[in-house]
């Protein structure tokens, strides 16, 4: 999944949580369960760049207008996104770091997607969770 789809959902679901702590590790179960969703995971950094850009966008609009999103939403994004820097760290690095959380080391299911049904997937799963999150 993207990074922006992690902050998302992760805010939007966990950030409901009235704990910062909680919230955080509601953010990273999210991810856990993101991940098992087939989805498109892009393969240049310049898509990731933009993807962090927009993510962080989403963090920064959160602080400014606190109003529009969950009390800690923040964290829970954080949270979400959290477990994607070890998938950052190995690119950058271009060594063969072996990964640590369960979906990035097949522990627990991580399938892919191709293009564009793989970006439809996440746009859609934004949209429901949005959806819901607003419903309640």
Same mark, same amino acid.
């Given at each position: 999944?993207?990074?922006? /789809?992690? =902050?998302?959902? +992760?805010?939007?679901? @966990?950030?409901?949580?009235?704990?910062? !702590?909680?919230?955080?590790?509601? *953010?990273?179960?999210?991810?856990?369960?993101?991940?098992?969703?087939?989805?498109?995971?892009?393969?240049?950094?310049?898509?990731?760049?933009?993807?962090?850009?927009?993510?962080?966008?989403?963090?920064?609009?959160?602080?400014?207008?606190?109003?529009?999103?969950?009390? /800690?939403? =923040?964290?829970? +994004?954080?949270?979400? @996104?959290?477990?994607?820097?070890?998938? !950052?760290?190995?690119?950058?690095? *271009?060594?063969?770091?072996?990964?640590?959380?369960?979906?990035?080391?097949?522990?627990?299911?991580?399938?892919?997607?191709?293009?564009?049904?793989?970006?439809?997937?996440?746009?859609?799963?934004?949209?429901?969770?949005?959806?819901?999150?607003?419903?309640?």
């Amino acid at each position: 999944m993207y990074c922006l /789809t992690h =902050i998302a959902c +992760g805010g939007m679901t @966990a950030g409901r949580l009235s704990n910062p !702590v909680t919230a955080f590790f509601g *953010g990273v179960i999210s991810h856990l369960i993101l991940d098992a969703i087939p989805h498109h995971d892009y393969k240049k950094t310049v898509w990731g760049v933009i993807d962090l850009i927009l993510a962080l966008g989403i963090l920064l609009l959160a602080r400014w207008r606190p109003e529009l999103f969950p009390p /800690t939403f =923040i964290w829970g +994004g954080l949270g979400g @996104a959290l477990p994607d820097l070890e998938v !950052v760290f190995r690119h950058l690095s *271009g060594k063969d770091i072996p990964p640590i959380f369960p979906s990035h080391s097949r522990l627990t299911p991580h399938t892919p997607l191709a293009w564009p049904a793989g970006f439809w997937i996440q746009v859609a799963v934004v949209v429901v969770v949005a959806g819901v999150w607003y419903l309640f």
